[in-house]
């Protein structure tokens, strides 16, 4: 599956959501929400036989929160879903480094290989932004309009993450670690299956 198919089916039900909900309201834009979250990671199952990790985590929780919003007619419940995410992913990689276990490098293993002082700062900085991403989610839910906190749920987490990953690259590039042509083209592989 091409990079423009993945992020299409990553970033597709986010904007379907904040258009649906410029034309509906809420509760009904995060029934369509569920709908188009599950469809997207069934047409990712379809066309490369797996769900990525990270789309198959977040898809459970638009249908365990945006369900509950539905059902109860509550869209607290698909507010405080980016907070809990976050703290739950700040958690784990938190927990991981405490145990000696770096989950971010099972994740990223694949893409990028980094001597352990490379993963473990890199663990350490991805769980504090995950910390404050959660806050922001809270500030901007409990201070703002539901419109405001959809704009911002939409347009605000997506190019904050991708300015963080950008400066992420010194650090990375840092700590890179050579490897031989044999395990770059197993990484490759393992990357496109």
Do not use: C
């Amino acid at each position: 599956m091409s990079q423009v198919m993945k992020l299409a089916l990553e970033a597709g039900p986010l904007i379907v959501f904040f258009i649906a909900n410029a034309r509906t309201n809420l509760i009904t834009a995060t029934a369509i929400f569920v709908a188009t979250t599950v469809a997207a990671l069934g047409i990712s199952w379809i066309l490369s036989r797996k769900v990525p990790v990270m789309p198959l985590v977040g898809g459970v929780f638009v249908v365990i929160f945006g369900g509950l919003t539905v059902f109860l007619g509550d869209d607290t419940f698909i507010k405080i879903k980016p907070t809990i995410v976050n703290l739950l992913f700040a958690a784990i990689l938190i927990v991981g480094l405490a145990t000696g276990r770096l989950f971010l490098k099972l994740i990223l293993e694949t893409a990028m290989s980094l001597d352990e002082a490379g993963w473990r700062a890199l663990t350490l900085r991805w769980a504090i932004y995950f910390l404050v991403l959660a806050g922001l989610n809270e500030a901007v839910w409990r201070n703002f309009d539901s419109d405001t906190w959809v704009t911002f749920k939409v347009w605000g987490i997506l190019p904050l993450t991708l300015v963080f990953s950008a400066l992420q690259i010194p650090l990375i590039l840092r700590h890179q670690v050579a490897t031989t042509p044999d395990e770059e083209g197993k990484r490759k592989a393992d990357s496109a299956a």
